[in-house]
């Protein structure tokens, strides 16, 4: 028995940081992806353990079932927290994997995985691998796809789970379906990153582009063809110590920072009314993306302020700016990647000329396909 599935990681297009306080932000997902293969294992096999495959660091862990089972003595099947007994259970059966210093920030993934698989699989033993497209801590929400792609595996094979054929296999879960992907992914998360707003793990569950506030949220398809360069500064960062770090500005400024979140909340509103607005109405595409620019423009300087940004994310601003490009650091900042438009009119020539200056500095650049479908699961492929 197995099931593969795939969770499409995320850029934002506004509003980080302030939606985790209750301001709109807008995200949309690209064609990058978490892909989670998850066989239980057989008799034949002769596996008691549960075993974790990470294929990109070449890492694998594995926990005997039975210790498993001795560390989460009561688990609830619907999307519950993880309370600070669990927590310390999951501690203790990271803490003995001895995680290579390199590669400790995985540590908090392994977490999450630990807690997703006891709490909707219980204590069977089996393999699941993990595999990603994506530049993990980037800003491009690798913790989310994660989460995403584990939960929806492991709720495949729950009973009355029900499917939408999509293509070539791959099938999509129906409504009442994928919002239990999303919840349990939104635990996940939390395991991740502390205080996440859920903005993540719902674009990536649902796809398309979305405006999203305190888990209301409005899907799109935008009206403007929305052309992004993502440079990654490859400046590593860890979301949950900028989140952190935004709080406590909060609770040192509360009055400036009330504004600062008001005003990415305005930003973010005129954003999703720009992208609904059909073409052509009263704005054409290029009057459409100089407004989307100023927003960005704007939306930096509001990040700034939260005390996110990093050199390198001004050099990227920099660099884009003499070519009279608008960019914004996208996700939690700090480094990570950031964001481009490339407007519909602008020559081949001057983003090859960008792009040059842009890796002459060790940064990387691409272009990902925005605003594409959620996760998906299919029973007929082998990894
Ligand atoms: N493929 C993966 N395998 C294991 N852990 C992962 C994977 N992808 C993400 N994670 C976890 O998420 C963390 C990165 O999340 P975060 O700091 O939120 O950055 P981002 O979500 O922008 O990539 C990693 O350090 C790791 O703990
Ligand atoms: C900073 C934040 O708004 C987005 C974080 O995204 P990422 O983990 O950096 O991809 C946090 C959140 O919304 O949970
Ligand atoms: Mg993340």
């Known amino acids: ?98 995680i290579p210093e390199a590669n400790f920030g995985l540590a908090s993934g392994v977490s999450a995985f630990l807690w997703l698989y006891s709490s909707i699989q219980g204590f069977k033993p089996a393999t699941v691998l993990v595999t990603s497209e994506l530049p993990l801590g980037s800003g491009l929400g690798s913790s989310a796809s994660f989460c995403v792609a584990l939960a929806a595996a492991l709720l495949a094979y729950t009973d009355s789970v029900s499917f939408h054929v999509n293509h070539q296999g791959w099938l999509s879960f129906g409504e009442k ?35 999203f506030k305190l888990g209301s949220l409005t899907h799109m398809k935008s009206s403007v063809p929305l052309k992004m360069l993502i440079t990654n500064t490859k400046v590593g960062r860890n979301t949950k110590a900028l989140v952190a770090g ?73 660099t884009t700016l003499k070519y009279k490009l608008a960019s914004k650091l996208t996700g939690a900042g700090g480094g ?20 040059a200056e842009l890796e002459s500095c060790g940064f990387q650049c691409f272009i990902a396909g925005i605003g594409g479908g959620g996760v998906e699961i299919n029973f007929g492929v082998s990894s």
């Open 1 to 98: 028995m197995e099931v593969k599935s795939r969770a499409p990681g995320k850029i934002i297009l506004s509003g980080e940081h302030a939606v985790v306080h209750g301001s709109t932000a807008v995200a949309s997902s690209i064609d990058l992806y978490t892909y989670v293969s998850l066989r239980f294992s057989t008799p034949s096999d002769d596996q008691d353990s549960l075993k974790l495959q990470l294929k990109e660091t070449a890492l694998e862990f594995s926990w005997p079932i039975t210790r498993i089972r001795a560390s989460f003595p009561q688990l609830s099947s619907t999307p519950t927290s993880c309370s600070v007994e669990n927590a310390k259970a999951i501690a203790a059966l990271v803490q003995d994997l001895n």
């Open 177 to 211: 379906d994928l919002e239990l992907v999303n919840q349990w992914a939104f635990e996940g998360e939390k395991i991740i990153h502390g205080k996440p707003s859920g903005i993540d793990n719902t674009v990536s569950a649902y796809g398309n582009i979305i405006s």
């Open 246 to 318: 935004v709080g406590e500005r909060m609770l040192r400024h509360p009055d400036i920072m009330a504004f600062v979140f008001s005003a990415v909340d305005s930003l973010s509103n005129e954003l999703t009314s720009i992208l609904k607005s059909p073409t052509p109405d009263e704005l054409s595409v290029t009057e459409k993306e100089q407004k989307i620019e100023e927003l960005m423009e704007m939306n930096e300087g509001l990040l700034q302020s939260m005390g996110v940004s990093h050199a390198t994310i001004q050099t990227v601003l920099q």
């Open 336 to 355: 990570g990647c950031v964001l481009t438009l490339l407007p519909t009119l602008l020559s081949g020539t001057v983003v090859d000329k960008v792009v």
